[in-house]
């Protein structure tokens, strides 16, 4: 191996080497804080960008966080405001509270002030009426020993009976002068009979029959009414159908007076005269009553001929519907309400038996069904009796109507002719009934409860009439507008049809149809 020899550094070649080295160490050092600054600024951007990021999720946080903040506030007004809701509630209704137990005391108050308003003055109207009587009490005394010891001064006796009575001071005077003419013996038969649809001596057999039933007895303070006042005032608001404050002018009453007369004056004809006038014919009667209606029509065991009526009404205040009139109401153009009188004639037109109070609605036969003929139909006592009606009635065992459908045969048309003569007797009955008592023909003043008593008058002071042969005034005849209902079953037994077929065969082939076989 060669050893090559080795020459050491003077100063001027390691003061070289010396600056190249710093050279060296500057460009490293150089690039060394390129990367230190390339660095830094890369933190920077990293930083940037963190901090932009961090700058949006902080304004999403606070966006969120006013977002919270306004639900809480809305949350807190709510309650808020519902907690003033409640207050105020309480308030209105503890307000409300106080005045209704302000009212009510008001009002108890009231009550209590009134009733003893009331008290004071029923004690100070019993006490004026307590001196009153008094005084009345004191004023007759004085006039009976004025007139007794008048009596005695012009005879020198002792007393000599009553003074009499005297009228109470404070009743209004009324002018009596048209009763007290009427009542005159010289008053003419016609003008009476004019104004009461009937003769003196009917007059004066009703007054004695109803005598026990309505007369009163005086008092002290006044007469009473006399029993012939108390009927007439009934029988001319009957027989007129006037209103009470005519007859209050007529007969110098007062009106509520009036109106209690009559009803009492009706109350009684139907629980004393209904008894006597108005029955179901017994054996001998009604076998009376078959031969006049057969020497008439030609058909036998007729008992009776049926006929239904309306009388017109004021609507009443419970059940109107029932009490309306369909049939008059389309032949009036106006609303009609009637109750209805459903009544056997016999031949002379006098009522053997009355229906009466049922709606105006209901049809004959419905009401037939509730009357106490048809009880008696069914107890058996209407046997071998006909009760001859119009073709509002069904065709039972005892009920003979018409017949009702088309074509008719010449046997039938001449049995319907027999029939409808006797369905006349009980049309020309009612026609009479409603002539005669004027009252009948419109409505009356007369409550519903009270009507059926004022009918019951009516038909049992026609048949006294009737049965007295009282002649009624061609100018009073009234024309009836009853419609004929037919009724959904007008045919309820077969025996029935064969026996009005038989009896109009034999009206026709013995020659009491209107025509003869030779």
């Given at each position: 191996?060669?050893?090559?020899?080795?020459?050491f550094?003077?100063?001027?070649?390691?003061?070289?080497?010396?600056?190249?080295f710093?050279?060296?160490e500057?460009?490293?050092?150089?690039?060394?804080?390129?990367?230190?600054?390339?660095?830094?600024?890369?933190?920077?951007?990293?930083n940037?960008?963190?901090?932009?990021?961090s700058?949006?999720?902080?304004?999403?946080?606070?966006?969120?966080?006013?977002?919270?903040a306004?639900f809480?506030?809305?949350?807190d007004?709510?309650?808020?405001?519902?907690n003033?809701?409640?207050?105020?509630?309480?308030?209105?209704?503890?307000?409300?509270?106080?005045?209704?137990?302000q009212k009510i005391?008001?009002m108890?108050?009231?009550?209590?002030?009134?009733?003893?308003y009331?008290?004071?003055?029923?004690?100070?109207?019993?006490l004026?009426?307590?001196?009153?009587?008094s005084?009345?009490?004191?004023?007759?005394?004085?006039?009976?020993?004025?007139?007794?010891?008048?009596?005695?001064?012009?005879?020198g006796?002792?007393?000599?009976?009553?003074?009499?009575?005297h009228r109470?001071?404070?009743v209004?005077?009324?002018?009596?002068?048209?009763w007290?003419?009427c009542?005159?013996?010289?008053f003419?038969?016609?003008?009476?009979?004019?104004?009461?649809?009937?003769?003196?001596?009917?007059?004066?057999?009703?007054?004695e029959?109803?005598?026990?039933?309505?007369?009163?007895?005086?008092?002290m303070?006044?007469?009473?009414i006399?029993?012939?006042q108390r009927?007439?005032?009934?029988?001319?608001?009957?027989?007129?159908?006037?209103?009470?404050?005519?007859v209050?002018?007529?007969?110098g009453?007062?009106?509520?007076?009036c109106?209690?007369?009559?009803l009492?004056v009706c109350?009684?004809?139907h629980?004393?005269?209904?008894?006597?006038?108005?029955q179901?014919?017994?054996?001998?009667?009604?076998k009376?009553?078959?031969e006049?209606?057969?020497?008439v029509?030609?058909?036998?065991n007729?008992?009776?001929?049926?006929?239904?009526?309306h009388?017109?009404i004021?609507a009443?205040?419970?059940?109107?519907?029932?009490y309306?009139?369909?049939?008059?109401?389309?032949?009036?153009?106006?609303?009609?309400?009637?109750?209805?009188?459903q009544?056997?004639v016999?031949p002379k037109g006098?009522?053997?038996?009355?229906?009466?109070?049922?709606p105006?609605?209901m049809?004959?036969?419905?009401?037939l069904?509730?009357?106490?003929?048809?009880?008696?139909?069914n107890?058996?006592?209407?046997?071998?009796?006909?009760?001859v009606?119009?073709?509002g009635?069904?065709?039972?065992?005892?009920v003979?109507?018409?017949?009702?459908?088309?074509?008719?045969t010449?046997t039938q048309?001449?049995?319907?002719?027999?029939?409808?003569?006797?369905?006349?007797?009980?049309?020309?009955?009612?026609?009479r009934l409603?002539?005669?008592w004027?009252?009948?023909?419109?409505?009356?003043?007369?409550?519903?409860?009270?009507?059926?008593?004022l009918l019951?008058?009516?038909?049992?002071?026609?048949?006294?009439?009737?049965?007295r042969?009282?002649?009624?005034?061609p100018?009073?005849?009234?024309?009836l507008?009853?419609d004929?209902?037919?009724?959904?079953k007008n045919?309820?037994?077969?025996?029935?049809i064969?026996?009005r077929?038989?009896?109009?065969?034999?009206?026709?082939?013995?020659?009491?149809?209107?025509?003869s076989?030779?």
């Amino acid at each position: 191996m060669e050893i090559t020899p080795f020459s050491f550094l003077n100063q001027e070649d390691i003061s070289h080497l010396y600056s190249l080295f710093q050279d060296m160490e500057g460009s490293f050092s150089g690039n060394a804080n390129l990367k230190k600054r390339r660095r830094k600024d890369d933190e920077g951007d990293n930083n940037k960008k963190n901090n932009n990021q961090s700058d949006k999720e902080g304004t999403k946080m606070s966006t969120m966080n006013d977002i919270i903040a306004s639900f809480i506030i809305l949350d807190d007004e709510e309650k808020r405001a519902q907690n003033q809701w409640v207050i105020e509630s309480q308030q209105d209704r503890a307000l409300f509270d106080a005045n209704s137990k302000q009212k009510i005391q008001a009002m108890s108050d009231y009550q209590s002030n009134l009733q003893t308003y009331h008290s004071d003055l029923d004690e100070m109207d019993q006490l004026r009426t307590k001196r009153a009587r008094s005084a009345a009490t004191v004023v007759a005394a004085a006039a009976a020993d004025n007139a007794v010891s008048e009596n005695q001064a012009q005879s020198g006796d002792g007393p000599s009976g009553s003074s009499g009575q005297h009228r109470r001071l404070w009743v209004k005077e009324r002018s009596k002068a048209w009763w007290d003419q009427c009542n005159h013996p010289d008053f003419p038969e016609e003008d009476f009979r004019r104004a009461f649809r009937m003769s003196k001596a009917t007059f004066d057999l009703i007054c004695e029959e109803l005598d026990s039933a309505v007369i009163k007895k005086n008092t002290m303070l006044r007469d009473a009414i006399p029993v012939r006042q108390r009927v007439a005032v009934c029988i001319w608001r009957l027989a007129t159908g006037e209103p009470l404050r005519l007859v209050s002018k007529r007969f110098g009453l007062g009106i509520s007076t009036c109106h209690k007369l009559v009803l009492e004056v009706c109350s009684a004809i139907h629980s004393v005269l209904m008894p006597k006038f108005l029955q179901w014919p017994d054996e001998n009667k009604i076998k009376t009553i078959k031969e006049e209606f057969e020497s008439v029509s030609g058909i036998a065991n007729v008992g009776g001929s049926i006929y239904t009526t309306h009388i017109p009404i004021i609507a009443p205040k419970i059940s109107v519907a029932a009490y309306f009139n369909k049939r008059h109401t389309e032949r009036n153009q106006k609303s009609s309400y009637s109750m209805t009188v459903q009544g056997v004639v016999d031949p002379k037109g006098v009522f053997t038996d009355v229906c009466i109070g049922w709606p105006g609605s209901m049809p004959d036969d419905q009401i037939l069904e509730k009357s106490a003929l048809f009880q008696r139909a069914n107890r058996g006592q209407l046997k071998d009796v006909w009760i001859v009606g119009n073709s509002g009635f069904p065709l039972m065992d005892w009920v003979l109507v018409p017949y009702t459908h088309q074509n008719l045969t010449w046997t039938q048309h001449a049995f319907n002719e027999k029939i409808d003569g006797i369905q006349k007797v009980g049309r020309e009955a009612f026609m009479r009934l409603k002539g005669r008592w004027t009252c009948l023909q419109k409505r009356t003043e007369v409550k519903l409860q009270d009507l059926p008593v004022l009918l019951g008058a009516c038909c049992v002071l026609h048949n006294i009439c009737e049965m007295r042969n009282e002649e009624m005034d061609p100018e009073l005849r009234f024309e009836l507008f009853d419609d004929e209902m037919i009724p959904e079953k007008n045919l309820r037994s077969a025996t029935s049809i064969q026996a009005r077929d038989h009896i109009a065969h034999n009206l026709l082939h013995h020659g009491l149809a209107g025509t003869s076989f030779l």
